[in-house]
């Protein structure tokens, strides 16, 4: 069975910092993009950050700058370091794998594989 599994959510102040992990079982991703999207109460899931096999790596706008994505490809992992926290960085935050998309999408519905998220509040 596949899983993936998030770490490292949790509360935060403002300009603070919180590193996500992401640990994959079941599978190898080592050839497949990885990212990071999130949700927050009432909106739409949203691309984060995502990161190709071979490195190639893509943010949103509203991170850029304050967050960096890294793998691990032998320990089949993912990470998000996030720096500078605002308030609206609040959400539920998911990594996710494909199997059958090359490159990095922007969009939830191009990956197939999802952790069950890992909660980030930062406070003003």
């Known amino acids: 069975q596949v899983q993936l599994v998030e770490s490292g959510g949790g509360l935060a102040q403002s300009g603070g910092s919180l590193r996500l992990s992401c640990a994959a079982s079941?599978?190898?991703?080592?050839?497949?993009?990885m990212v990071w999207f999130r949700q927050a109460p009432g909106k739409e899931r949203e691309f984060v950050a995502g990161?190709?096999?071979?490195?190639?790596?893509n943010y949103a706008d509203s991170v850029k700058g304050r967050v960096t994505i890294s793998r691990d490809n032998a320990k089949n992992t993912v990470n998000l370091q996030m720096n500078s926290l605002k308030p609206e960085d609040t959400a539920v935050y998911y990594c996710?794998?494909?199997?059958?998309?090359?490159?990095?999408?922007?969009?939830?519905?191009?990956?197939?594989?999802w952790g069950q998220g890992t909660q980030v509040t930062v406070s003003s």
């Open positions: 996710a794998a494909t199997t059958f998309v090359s490159g990095i999408s922007v969009h939830h519905d191009s990956y197939n594989y």
């Open positions: 079941g599978r190898t991703f080592s050839r497949q993009t």
């Open positions: 990161m190709t096999w071979d490195g190639i790596t």
